[in-house]
C-alpha cells in the first residue's frame, strides 16, 4: 500500500518542469491573497475568488483524481478555519466554497467525460435507477404538497449535490494506485485531526484556542478537533479507522501493519474521547456486520483493540498544560463511559431522549404522507428550519427545536419528507453498490481486499450512524460518503475480475 501510494505522488514531486508544485503554489497565494484582501475590498475580493475558480478549473483538466481529494477535504478548511479569518461580511459565504469548487470540478470532468466518451458508462448504472427514482418521486412530493418551488429545490439540492462525488469518480476511473492513494490522503487528513484532538484532551481543551463542548449525560468534555463538532469529528473517523483495521491484520507488509495499528488506536482513543455514540453504534453494528461477513480475524482485533483504547482512554493523564487559578479544581476530567452511556439508554427508555421525541413527533407525519412524504425542504433539515415549514406548525415540531435547527436523525428526515418510496429509493442507491463491494472483497486479497473492505465497513459504520445526525446532509462528512462509494462502485467492481483467493474467515 505504501508503494502503491508513493508511486501515485512521484509524478507530482519529480516532474522536472514542477507544473503540479507551481499549480499548488499558485492556488494556495491565490487563497491567501483572497483572504487578504477581503478585509479591504470586496470587489478585488471577488476578482481574486474567479481566478482561484480558473486555476481550480485548469487543475482538474490536469489532475482530476487529485482535485476530487481536494473537494473531499475542503468542507474540513471552509467553514471552520478560513471562516474563522475572514471578515463578517462575507464570512458566511466560506460555507458554500466547497460547493463552488464541486461545481467547478464537476463542469470540467463532465466535459472531459463527454470528450471521452465515458460519462454515459458512468451513468448508466443501476444506480442511476435508483437515484431517478429518488429525485422523481421528490418532485412530485413537492408538487402535490403545495410546496414552494424555492424551498423543494434547495432541499432536495441539500440531499443529492454531494452524490455527484459518485458519478465524478466513476467519470475519472480508478485503478489500485489511485484509489490506495486517495483513501491514504483522505486518511492522513482525518488523522490529523485526530492528533490534534488527542492533544487537547492530553495538554489542554482549549488548544490553539479551540472550543470544546459537554454533553446531556454527564459528558465532562467532548473533544471535536479543529471541526469543533464532536458528533462530525467521530463520523469521520468512523468511515476512515476501518482501512486501519483491515490493514492491521491484512496487509502485506509487516512495518505497514504495526503503523496501522497504531493509527487505528490513535483514531479509537480519540472516537471515544468524542462520545459520539452515533458512530461507536455504527463502527459495532456497521464496520462490525462487515467484518463479521467477510473476515472474522479483523473483527477479533477490532474488538481487543477497542478494549486496549478504552483503557487508554480512561486512565491517559489529562489537560497537562492547564494552568489553574486558585480554587480551581486539581481534578482533570476522567472518561466515563459506563454512566453517561447508562443515563443516555435511561432517557431513551423513558422517552425523554430528544431523538426519540423527534421519532414519536414525526409518526402521525408519516401516517398522513407514507407514501411520498411532505416535500422537500419541509421537514427535518436545514432549510425546513430557515424557511419556517408550516409542518412543523401543524404537528407542534417546534417544541422540539428549542436549541437546535434539524432533527437529527438524516432517516427520518429523508423518511418524513419523500415517503416511505424515496426513502427505500435513496438505501437502494447505497445498497446495490455494498453488494457489488461485498462481491468484490470476496475476490480480493492484500492490499486490494484492505482497500474495498475498508470502504465497505466505512459506508456501513456512516449508514448506521446517520439515524442519530444529519451528517449526510452536511459537506463535510456527506462529500466523503460519496466520495468513497463512488471510488468503490469503479474500482470494486473492476476486482471482480480479479481471481484471488478469499480472505480468511
Request: hydrophobic share 55%; aromatic share 8%; charged share 10%.
Amino acid at each position: 500500500m505504501i508503494s502503491a501510494f508513493n508511486a501515485s505522488i512521484r509524478p507530482f514531486l519529480s516532474a522536472a518542469d514542477g507544473s503540479a508544485i507551481r499549480m499548488s503554489v499558485i492556488g494556495v497565494g491565490l487563497l491567501a491573497a483572497a483572504i487578504g484582501v477581503a478585509h479591504v475590498s470586496i470587489g478585488i475580493f471577488a476578482v481574486l475568488v474567479a481566478a482561484v475558480a480558473l486555476a481550480a478549473a485548469v487543475a482538474t483538466a490536469r489532475w482530476p483524481r487529485a482535485m476530487l481529494v481536494l473537494v473531499v477535504l475542503a468542507p474540513l478548511l471552509d467553514r471552520f478555519l478560513i471562516a474563522r479569518l475572514m471578515p463578517s461580511e462575507v464570512a458566511g459565504l466560506t460555507q458554500f466554497s466547497s460547493e463552488g469548487l464541486l461545481v467547478v470540478e464537476g463542469i470540467v470532468i463532465g466535459v472531459i467525460g463527454i470528450r471521452e466518451g465515458r460519462l454515459r458508462h458512468a451513468l448508466w448504472v443501476p444506480s442511476s435507477i435508483a437515484l431517478g427514482g429518488f429525485i422523481a418521486v421528490a418532485v412530485i412530493s413537492g408538487v402535490l404538497n403545495g410546496g414552494s418551488l424555492t424551498v423543494s429545490a434547495i432541499g432536495l439540492v441539500y440531499t443529492v449535490d454531494a452524490i455527484g462525488l459518485f458519478y465524478l469518480c466513476r467519470v475519472v476511473g480508478y485503478d489500485h494506485r489511485q484509489a490506495t492513494a486517495s483513501i491514504v490522503a483522505i486518511s492522513v487528513g482525518v488523522g490529523m485531526l485526530a492528533l490534534v484532538a488527542a492533544g487537547q484532551a492530553l495538554l489542554d481543551p482549549n488548544l490553539f484556542g479551540l472550543a470544546v463542548v459537554s454533553g446531556n449525560f454527564g459528558e465532562t468534555l467532548r473533544i471535536g478537533s479543529l471541526v469543533r463538532d464532536p458528533n462530525i469529528l467521530g463520523t469521520l473517523i468512523g468511515l476512515v479507522v476501518p482501512f486501519a483495521l483491515f490493514g492491521a491484520v491484512r496487509a502485506p507488509e509487516r512495518r505497514l501493519r504495526w503503523w496501522l495499528t497504531g493509527a487505528a488506536l490513535l483514531m479509537a482513543v480519540v472516537l471515544l474521547l468524542t462520545y459520539s455514540r452515533g458512530t461507536w453504534l455504527g463502527i459495532v453494528v456497521g464496520a462490525g456486520g462487515v467484518m463479521l461477513l467477510l473476515d472474522r480475524r479483523v473483527l477479533l482485533f477490532s474488538v481487543a483493540l477497542g478494549i486496549v483504547a478504552l483503557a487508554i482512554a480512561t486512565v491517559m493523564p489529562r489537560n497537562l498544560l492547564v494552568v489553574r487559578g486558585p480554587g480551581a479544581s486539581a481534578e482533570a476530567p476522567r472518561f466515563d463511559v459506563v454512566d453517561t452511556t447508562v443515563d443516555r439508554i435511561g432517557a431513551v427508555g423513558e422517552g425523554l431522549d430528544l431523538r426519540t421525541l423527534f421519532v414519536n413527533n414525526a409518526l402521525p407525519i408519516l401516517a398522513d404522507h407514507p407514501l411520498i412524504g411532505v416535500g422537500p425542504g419541509r421537514y427535518g433539515g436545514a432549510e425546513a428550519y430557515e424557511s419556517r415549514t408550516p409542518v412543523y406548525d401543524r404537528y407542534d415540531t417546534w417544541t422540539l427545536l428549542k436549541s437546535q435547527r434539524t432533527v437529527d436523525n438524516f432517516w427520518l428526515h429523508i423518511l418524513i419528507e419523500t415517503g416511505i418510496l424515496g426513502a427505500i429509493a435513496l438505501i437502494a442507491l447505497i445498497v446495490v453498490n455494498c453488494v457489488t463491494l461485498v462481491r468484490s472483497a470476496l475476490l480480493s486479497s492484500g492490499s486490494r481486499y484492505v482497500i474495498i473492505a475498508g470502504i465497505l465497513a466505512g459506508i456501513a459504520t456512516v449508514s448506521v450512524a446517520t439515524g442519530t445526525t444529519m451528517l449526510l446532509e452536511g459537506n463535510t462528512v456527506a462529500f466523503m460518503f460519496w466520495f468513497m462509494l463512488g471510488i468503490g462502485s469503479t474500482y470494486g467492481a473492476e476486482e471482480r475480475a480479479v481471481t484471488a483467493p478469499s480472505p480468511a474467515r
